[in-house]
């Protein structure tokens, strides 16, 4: 079964989705997530010029082995141009597998590991009243675990508070919009922010933060700390993790968990940090960490550290690449929880797909494949809009971690 053709499809239904369709020679196809939020374009073209050629002709029932061709074989390795475009092939393949085998795509992954996928959502509101009714109807609808961002007092803007709750999109203009940011304003504020969550919702409620990489690790820690009463799922991205040593100083100092990865590409990113259990965590994608191959390699070997899952799943990955998510999720021992940010009526038009959420839980497809696809004569009526995420400098100028 060969690989006869491979498109290329870029479309914004509200905002901008890049996805590969791989056609073969039997007539059945499969459709992978290339998006890089920001970067659409980069991914578009790496996949067009470089992969596609290379793809005709090739069998397609060869996962592994295409895998490696596109990693190994290119001599400018990772980075998440790179991986996207490796994760669109990849998971468009394992969807081609499980259609000829007409079994869903975790069935060939070993099947149930559970029942159901519990998934996160995101209550982010300007105060802390607005917050905690966020929260409440997160839990009517049947939420176990929650994000919870608010606005900063002192502060115009603040990571993860949108104008629409339910389908925040930071990627906001052409070119990127400018935040000011005030780290002391921050660590004041964010404890009572979940005293104020634990008083209202009580003990069992999951609760979450992210950080968004703006502290440093002592800052990291003083925060950690301060949250340890609140007994948080996690802290996520507390830090930057190109030092991943700093990650050290963050564990000496809080038993608050820690959550990484999202903008992770290969296991060697996060190799040091899962072996030395500096993270409990790991939030690597599959469409930004080389696809189902790849990522299945991560969870490997954070399950033998005792750390486990955490996949980013934010309207930045389509719904090709939640569906390939839940597949993984549902078959990997280690799953630790799933962020869920729902997509909008036009994107699901755009993305016909299986999966559905019920009592806090996705469940994927069971149809064979991925169960998702992609509409093409829909996908043409949005045509691409540049969007850039936003930057961040602190409240005298300097440039500061977004």
């Known amino acids: 079964m060969k690989i006869v053709d491979a498109r290329v499809i870029v479309t914004c239904p509200d905002r901008n989705f890049v996805t590969l369709k791989i056609i073969t020679s039997s007539g059945v196809y499969g459709v992978g997530d290339a998006t890089l939020n920001g970067r659409e374009l980069s991914v578009a073209a790496y996949l067009s010029e470089h992969v596609v050629p ?70 982010n509101a300007a105060s802390t009243d607005e917050v905690l009714s966020e929260i409440a109807d997160y839990v009517e609808l049947g939420y176990k675990a929650v994000r919870v961002q608010t606005g900063v007092p002192g502060l115009e803007s603040t990571y993860g508070v949108g ?24 660590l004041e504020h964010v404890p009572t922010v979940f005293a104020r969550v634990r008083e209202e919702f009580g003990p069992t409620l999951r609760l979450l933060h992210d950080v968004h990489h703006r502290l440093t690790p002592i800052e990291a820690a003083r925060l950690g700390k301060s949250l340890e009463p609140y007994h948080l799922t996690w802290m996520e991205d507390p830090v930057p993790a190109e030092l991943q040593e700093g990650f050290r100083l963050i564990r000496q100092h809080t038993t608050t968990p820690i959550a990484v990865g999202e903008v992770f590409n290969t296991i060697w990113d996060c190799r040091q940090l899962i072996t030395e259990q500096l993270i409990d965590y790991v939030r690597a994608t599959v469409v930004h960490a080389g696809g189902i191959t790849h990522l299945r390699r991560i969870f490997d070997l954070a399950a033998l550290h005792h750390v486990r899952s955490g996949s980013h799943g934010a309207t930045d990955l389509s719904p090709v690449c939640m569906a390939a998510a839940l597949h993984l ?21 755009v993305f016909p797909h299986g999966y559905h959420f019920a009592d806090g839980y996705l ?23 540049p969007a850039s995420l936003p930057v961040n400098r602190l409240q005298d100028g300097t440039m500061h971690d977004w």
Request: hydrophobic share 35%; proline share 7%.
């Open 329 to 349: 999720d549902l078959a990997i021992p280690n799953f630790g929880l799933q962020e869920y940010m729902r997509h909008t009526p036009a994107t699901d038009a």
């Open 363 to 385: 469940h994927p497809s069971e149809e064979p494949g991925l169960g998702v696809d992609i509409d093409e004569e829909e996908a043409a009526r949005y045509p691409y809009r």
């Open 54 to 123: 290379a793809l005709i002709g090739r069998d397609a029932s060869r996962i592994e082995d295409t895998w490696q061709y596109l990693y190994r074989g290119a001599y400018w390795r990772r980075g998440p141009v790179t991986m996207s475009a490796v994760a669109a092939v990849d998971t468009a393949l394992w969807d081609i597998k499980g259609k000829v085998a007409g079994l869903p795509v975790y069935q060939l992954l070993g099947g149930r590991s559970r029942e159901g996928v519990t998934v996160y959502g995101h209550a």
């Open 163 to 186: 104008k629409d709750r339910m389908f925040y999109e930071p990627a906001d203009a052409a070119l990127p919009t400018e935040n000011a940011w005030s780290t002391a304003h921050y």
